[in-house]
Antibody, heavy 115, light 112 residues
Framework: EVQLVESGGGLVQPGRSLKLSCVASGFTFSNYGMNWIRQAPGKGLEWVAYISSGSSYIYYAETVKGRFTISRDNAKNTLYLQMTSLRSEDTALYYC????????WGQGVMVTVSS | DVVLTQTPPTLSATIGQSVSISCRSSQSLLHSNGNTYLNWLLQRPGQPPQLLIYLVSRLESGVPNRFSGSGSGTDFTLKISGVEAEDLGVYYCVQSTHAPYTFGAGTKLELK
């Protein structure tokens, strides 16, 4: 069974940093590109970043470019999102999702940016 | 960036009714490799989204065949042939042809 489990969220002050993790199981992680997608409370889905299976291709939304870094460790079956210079508008539920097709999603991890 | 315009924003339906959702793109979603990376997702209340349709018209495994997708280029449609109670929620189209990837604003399907 495919599983994606996010962690690392919490309450953080504006301007601070946070690192999210997504541990994958039930499939060959190294064969798939991965995404981070977020959803602000009561709002729609916003794609954040994508990393290809071998980390050769990395893309970001303009709203996070230069502040967020997506990475992965295929030996640990883990996807990461390093978030710096956090803003109140980054407050959201953050999901990891498998592949360009976004066929599998985790349950999400909440990030709240507030003083 | 590619803008996906979904209509209608809200859809009221009775059980058994057939409904359609439109997703129009600001540019062609045909990739140079010949694929069109336009997918449809359903997010039920309190749940993460689930994939219904990928590559425009391919039904994800386990998804009922009352769901179907069609379209090409810039115009795409999701059809539900006979709405059931479990279909209520918010439907999103998403494109992963052009980076940055983008979502439509969503269509909320409600019971009439």
């Amino acid at each position: 069974e495919v599983q994606l489990v996010e962690s690392g969220g919490g309450l953080v002050q504006p301007g601070r940093s946070l690192k999210l993790s997504c541990v994958a199981s039930g499939f060959t992680f190294s064969n798939y590109g991965m995404n981070w997608i977020r959803q602000a409370p009561g709002k729609g889905l916003e794609w954040v970043a994508y990393i290809s299976s071998g980390s050769s291709y990395i893309y970001y939304a303009e709203t996070v470019k230069g502040r967020f870094t997506i990475s992965r460790d295929n030996a640990k079956n883990t996807l990461y999102l390093q978030m710096t210079s956090l803003r109140s508008e980054d407050t959201a539920l953050y999901y990891c999702a498998r592949g360009r097709g976004m066929g599998y999603w985790g349950q999400g991890v909440m990030v709240t940016v507030s003083s | 960036d590619v803008v996906l315009t979904q209509t209608p924003p809200t859809l009221s339906a009775t059980i058994g009714q057939s409904v359609s959702i439109s997703c129009r793109s600001s540019q062609s979603l045909l990739h140079s490799n010949g694929n069109t990376y336009l997918n449809w997702l359903l997010q039920r209340p309190g749940q993460p989204p689930q994939l219904l349709i990928y590559l425009v018209s391919r039904l994800e495994s386990g998804v009922p065949n009352r769901f179907s997708g069609s379209g090409s280029g810039t115009d795409f449609t999701l059809k539900i042939s006979g709405v059931e109670a479990e279909d209520l929620g918010v439907y999103y189209c998403v494109q992963s042809t052009h980076a940055p990837y983008t979502f439509g604003a969503g269509t909320k399907l409600e019971l009439k």
